[in-house]
């Protein structure tokens, strides 16, 4: 049994849950997430409540079962609230900028690094931080995932770049005799 899918879902009054054959869209002050799904299991919308329920009860239905409420429920928080994700930059002489929809990163490569950004995603840069906010949990995911990957932090000095709330383990460098 799912823990996740037998919770309901709920939902505020300025959320806008439609649910069609095989499709969930939700709208919201921030924006409008659309998520197509499986017709294992079954969704219904009612009295501010959305409940996610299988129709069988095989593995895949099950395991099913709990993305979908976990999916649905991010949706629901993402166009109300939102998303962020926090990175810091360290190193001599790294810096990132944002140009127009894409932001540019210098980071000890020969060349500056540019990674487009979705349209439902904002970057702001300060200083030796950078903010990924926006509505869709995995559009914002993904685009921090893609920026930490241009140079991940290194063991020895720390260099790169970093989640906020990550801890990278140092490790001691050659000893000499």
Known sequence: MSRIGKKPIEINDKTEVT??????????????LKMSYLPVVEIKNENNEITVTPLKKDIQTR???GTYSSIIASMVKGVNEGFEKELIIEGVGFRAEVKGDKIVLNVGFSHPVEI?????????????????????????????????ATKEPEPYKGKGIRYADEVIRRKEGKKTV
């Open 19 to 32: 649910i069609n054959d095989s499709e969930v869209i939700v709208k919201g002050p921030l924006g409008e």
């Open 63 to 65: 395991a099913l079962w």
């Open 116 to 148: 487009d950004i979705p349209e439902s995603t904002k970057v702001e840069v300060e200083k030796n931080t950078i903010k990924v906010s926006g509505y869709d949990k995995a559009a914002v995911g993904q685009l921090a995932a893609n920026i930490r």
